[in-house]
């Protein structure tokens, strides 16, 4: 038997993640967002100051087929 | 490198949309940020209305936002492609008119939540299209995202 079922993990996660939303609402919008929104280098996505895409299957194809697997824009590692 | 998108940098585009009266949601993370989610993001996502009129504003707004586009670059946005990501301004900006999982902006528009003026799509909206984008990030997003989802329609 299980000592931590599966159900039970999946129930304190829940509970862990509403413990962290409820923080969350307690903070100004400004200050949530001022922590939220980080800058990291991703390569080939940051390496063009402008792209357009004539549909979003374009799109995602362009990026399964350009970008690095591990950026996860892809549907598949 | 442009600067990181801060609260200054979303009320600069709210009012720089507002002035120009064009029809946004925020969208993805980001939106679902603004709804309150604890997560980080890199990007800003909006969602923009796909019309003559809309994407002429939009294009105004932007370039007195301070995004450097050419001539070709504002035809492609004010016609609306369906994707436009730029880094050619004072923030990165994606520009979605047509995301996955969301029939219309319409509906998009008449679910949206407002969060201290910021239109926003409704959580139900970013989930959708977070689904069928179905990346390898979503996924692994998603159900921390989905009870954020849960919490929030429990709390209003």
Redesign the interface.
């Known amino acids: 038997m299980d000592a931590h079922p599966q159900s039970e993990i999946q129930n304190l996660q ?1 509970a862990e ?2 413990t ?2 409820a ?3 307690k903070r100004p ?2 200050v ?11 390569p080939v996505l ?1 390496d ?9 299957a ?3 194809a362009w ?1 399964e087929k350009n970008l690095p ?1 591990w ?7 | ?1 442009a600067a ?4 200054p940098q ?1 009320q600069e585009i709210r009012a720089a949309f507002a002035r120009r009266g064009v029809r946004y949601l925020f969208i993805g993370k ?1 939106g679902a ?2 709804l ?7 990007d ?1 996502d909006l969602f923009v209305e796909k019309t003559a009129v809309n994407g002429e504003a939009l294009a105004k707004a932007l370039l007195e936002l301070g995004f ?2 050419t001539p070709e ?1 504002v035809a ?1 946005i004010r016609r609306g ?8 301004g004072p923030f990165d900006l994606d520009l ?1 008119f ?3 999982g969301i029939e219309t902006f319409a509906e998009a528009w008449e679910r949206r939540v407002e ?2 003026g910021f239109p926003v799509c409704h959580p139900d909206d970013i989930v959708a299209s977070k689904e069928a ?5 979503d996924r ?1 997003s998603l159900p ?1 995202l989905k ?2 989802r849960d ?2 329609k429990k ?1 209003r």
């Open positions: 829940l993640w509403e962290e939303f923080a969350a609402a919008l400004a949530r967002m001022h922590y939220a929104f980080i800058r990291t280098y991703k940051d063009a100051s402008y792209r357009s895409f004539e549909t979003m374009e799109y995602r990026c697997k950026l996860g824009y892809g549907r598949s590692l | 490198m990181r998108f801060d609260y979303a980001s940020i603004l309150g989610f604890p997560d980080t993001t890199q800003a450097e586009l670059q492609e492609k369906d994707f436009v990501q730029l880094k050619n979605v047509a995301p996955d969060v201290d984008a179905n990346r390898v990030k692994e921390r009870a954020f919490y929030w709390k």
